[in-house]
T-cell receptor
Framework: SQQGEEDPQALSIQEGENATMNCSYK?????LQWYRQNSGRGLVHLIL?????REKHSGRLRVTLDTSKKSSSLLITASRAADTASYFC?????????????FGKGTHLIIQP | DAGITQSPRHKVTETGTPVTLRCHQT?????MYWYRQDPGHGLRLIHY???????DKGEVSDGYSVSRSKTEDFLLTLESATSSQTSVYFC????????????FGEGSRLTVL
C-alpha cells in the first residue's frame, strides 16, 4: 500500500526557476526521505528529515516537514537541466514492518533549457 | 557510489521459465532489499534480508523467493515467470536497517513474454 503520494505527478519549468514538489502521507512517521531517479538509473538518496525536524537544507535542496498535516515539500532552487529526473518521497512509518521505507509514485520533473 | 551490482541488467524470458536475478554488494551492509518498479505503482518491496540466511516477505512477495547465503549476495528467484512479473527490479542495501538511507543498484529490466 502507498504511504506517500507526491504532487504534482509531473512538473515542467524553465532552467533557473525553483521547483517545488509535495508529499502527503497517511500515518505517523519516524522519518521521511527524498530520492532522485534519473531515467534508466537507480534511485539516489537526497535528504532525510526526522519527525522532530521542521526544515532541512542540502545545497540547493530545501525540505520541510509538517507532521500535523502529514506532508512534506522538496524545493529545488535555481534549477538546472541536470535536475531533470523523477523524485520520490519515502516514509518510515511508526509501527511499520521491519522492512522500513514505503515509497510514493514520484514526481517527474523536467527542466527546460 | 555504493558498490552494488545487479545482474543481468536486461533479460527477456518466456512465461513459465525460472529466472534468477543477482545482487552483489561490496559494502558489507547487513540489510538488503529487492523492489520492483512499475508505472503507476512506484517502488514496491518484494523481499528483504537482515542477515545471512535471514529473509522476510515484503508487500508483493507472491511468486518470488530469495536467498542470502553470503553477506554480499542476495538472489531473487522467479520460480515460474509470468507476464505480470515484467518489471524493473532494483536491489538496495542499508547499513542501519529499517528507516535508514537506502543505496540502490542500477536495476534489472525483466520482460516475460
Amino acid at each position: 500500500s502507498q504511504q506517500g503520494e507526491e504532487d504534482p505527478q509531473a512538473l515542467s519549468i524553465q532552467e533557473g526557476e525553483n521547483a517545488t514538489m509535495n508529499c502527503s502521507y497517511k500515518t505517523s512517521i519516524n522519518n521521511l526521505q527524498w530520492y532522485r531517479q534519473n531515467s534508466g538509473r537507480g534511485l539516489v538518496h537526497l535528504i532525510l528529515i526526522r519527525s522532530n525536524e521542521r526544515e532541512k537544507h542540502s545545497g540547493r535542496l530545501r525540505v520541510t516537514l509538517d507532521t500535523s498535516k502529514k506532508s512534506s515539500s522538496l524545493l529545488i532552487t535555481a534549477s538546472r537541466a541536470a535536475d531533470t529526473a523523477s523524485y520520490f518521497c519515502a516514509t518510515d512509518a511508526i509501527g511499520g514492518g521491519a522492512d522500513g521505507l514505503t515509497f510514493g509514485k514520484g514526481t517527474h520533473l523536467i527542466i527546460q533549457p | 557510489d555504493a558498490g552494488i551490482t545487479q545482474s543481468p541488467r536486461h533479460k527477456v524470458t518466456e512465461t513459465g521459465t525460472p529466472v534468477t536475478l543477482r545482487c552483489h554488494q561490496t559494502e558489507n551492509h547487513r540489510y538488503m532489499y529487492w523492489y520492483r518498479q512499475d508505472p503507476g505503482h512506484g517502488l514496491r518491496l518484494i523481499h528483504y534480508s537482515y542477515g545471512v540466511k535471514d529473509t522476510d516477505k515484503g508487500e508483493v512477495s507472491d511468486g518470488y523467493s530469495v536467498s542470502r547465503s553470503k553477506t554480499e549476495d542476495f538472489l531473487l528467484t522467479l520460480e515460474s515467470a509470468t507476464s505480470s512479473q515484467t518489471s524493473v527490479y532494483f536491489c538496495a542495501i542499508s547499513e542501519g536497517g529499517r528507516g535508514g538511507e537506502l543505496f540502490f543498484g542500477e536495476g534489472s529490466r525483466l520482460t516475460v513474454l
